[in-house]
């Protein structure tokens, strides 16, 4: 069966972003097929919009599907794997710059607050979410300006994912001079 790769872009990204269309070329050259869609109201994204958007783009999971994210879009796939049904399983997961907490450089303007808020304080079951596969890994910036480095531990404690930090990466943005990736296609070929 051919292995499914879904990217999903952080808030006010797109699939566009530099990194994604390397990956996305990578990936296809390996023959996987790969999607990366544009999630609804970039510039303004909800839980439940986000979600319900992935959950129409990926049908039916199995072991063959994976999932990349980066900021946002990782908790995206978090929340979304939340969703899965017991014996619904991936095959894994890669979150890039993911985070649960912000640092004070995100709030520039109040918006930004309202907006992230919900995403910060809306629970998640990390038991369902672990349980939806064994193979999960963060990638982190030593100098993300939005994510503090100890969000990595609560991937290793709430996911026993796997840390992998990365030195003047920044948030792993066009802006950072981040335009590959290939840590993330490494670990993806690994699963």
């Avoid at 996911?159 to 003047?168: D, G, T």
Wanted: net charge negative; charged share 30%.
């Amino acid at each position: 069966m051919i292995k499914r790769f879904y990217l999903i872009h952080g808030w006010g990204g797109s699939q566009e972003t530099a990194w994604f269309i390397w990956l996305r070329k990578e990936l296809e050259k390996n023959g996987f097929e790969v999607h990366s869609p544009d999630m609804p109201d970039t510039t303004n994204p909800k839980i439940e919009k986000w979600v319900g958007c992935l959950k129409n783009e990926v049908g039916k999971v199995d072991e063959n599907t994976y999932f990349v994210g980066h900021s946002m879009g990782c908790q995206t796939i978090i929340r979304y794997l939340e969703t899965l049904d017991e014996n619904e399983k991936i095959g894994g997961a890669v979150f890039v710059a993911g985070w649960f907490n912000l640092t004070d450089a995100t709030w520039d303007e109040e918006y930004t607050k309202e907006i992230a808020d919900p995403w910060i304080t809306t629970p998640i079951d990390f038991g369902k979410v672990k349980g939806r596969t064994k193979n999960f890994v963060a990638i982190q910036s030593d100098d993300d300006p939005y994510v503090d480095i100890s969000d990595a531990d609560i991937f290793k404690e709430k996911l026993n994912a796997k840390i992998i930090i990365e030195k003047n990466k920044g948030h792993f943005t066009e802006q950072d001079g981040v335009l590959e990736l290939p840590i993330v296609l490494e670990e993806l070929l690994k699963f």
